[in-house]
């Protein structure tokens, strides 16, 4: 299958990544078919969309009217069956092995034997996640990075049963939605990840220790280190729950001291503190 054939994307999962994925493949062209679970999402995944793109419009990287043309091409159902025709889908549902496979069976069921299917997982094994499904030759990791809009990174990850056709498509069209790729080996987090995460709860062993605060350590990476943000900004953007349960993915395949989550972390989601979500983490965000 050629790039330039494809007309049509499919995305599973109107979470923050799906739906910064369905906004630059919308950017780029593709009518995008977005699925998800709970109706509730969409009306999220619109305001989401809109809210960025608005944004691209007074720095004039689009005008109104291509906004338009944009938000026009992404369409909505709780219904996988919408994604029968979809040559190329990409999952970006919830960090899960139980939940992707119960959506693969379900797109199985629908889809045709040359559907590719990419996934967005961080942190699960791609080889075996191209097990779970019918053709896993059709099968490959495309790692995204969160704002999917802004950041310019995508991580491709051939499984074990990877055709090199199917890679090659992942990476013409992460290239044609204005990505940079790399290629890397099926590893417990790929290249970026494995270096950040221990990272991330480093800076949480730190604060545990008392070795410095929550500012001091970020403003420590910031200014000393030219990091956008610090890490423990980072953890409460990205939620205590996830890191502390991408940290226990990577310890269960690694088997390392550095990947287990810090008792700090544990305590934290027990207590509600999950971030930005919860309006308290590291920082606390009530009044912002």
């Not at 919308?26 to 679970?37: E, I, P, R, S, Y």
């Not at 090659?168 to 992460?174: K, P, V, Y």
């Not at 550095?258 to 920082?283: Q, S």
Request: glycine share 8%; net charge negative.
């Amino acid at each position: 299958m050629n790039i330039e054939e494809i007309t049509t994307v499919g995305v599973c999962g109107a979470g923050s990544m799906g739906v910064g994925i369905a906004q630059v493949a919308a950017q780029a062209g593709f009518q995008v078919k977005m699925v998800d679970v709970s109706e509730a999402a969409w009306p999220r995944a619109e305001k989401t969309i809109a809210t960025s793109l608005q944004r691209m419009v007074k720095k004039e990287i689009f005008t109104e009217a291509e906004m338009k043309e944009i938000q026009g091409r992404i369409s909505f159902s709780t219904d996988v069956a919408t994604l029968a025709d979809a040559p190329l889908i990409i999952e970006a549902v919830f960090e899960d092995l139980a939940v992707k496979k119960e959506l693969f069976t379900k797109l199985d069921a629908v889809c045709g034997d040359t559907t590719v299917y990419a996934t967005n997982t961080s942190s699960i094994a791609i080889t075996e996640m191209a097990a779970l499904v019918k053709n896993p030759a059709n099968f490959v990791g495309m790692h995204f990075f969160n704002p999917v809009p802004m950041m310019k990174l995508v991580e491709i990850i051939p499984a074990l049963q990877t055709v090199p056709a199917t890679t090659a498509l992942a990476l013409a069209f992460a290239q044609k939605i204005g990505k940079t790729t790399i290629t890397c080996k099926d590893t417990p987090g790929f290249v970026v990840n494995r270096l950040f995460v221990p990272y991330i709860l480093d800076a949480v062993r730190l604060l545990e220790e008392g070795v410095a605060s929550a500012e001091d350590i970020d403003t420590a990476m910031k200014l000393g280190c030219g990091m956008p943000m610090g890490p423990l900004e980072f953890q409460d953007f990205a939620g205590a729950d996830i890191g502390y349960h991408v940290g226990n993915i990577f310890y269960e395949y690694m088997k390392e001291a550095r990947f287990a989550p810090p008792g700090l972390l544990r305590k934290m989601i027990k207590a509600g503190y999950l971030g930005r979500k919860t309006g308290k983490g590291f920082y606390d965000y009530t009044d912002k």
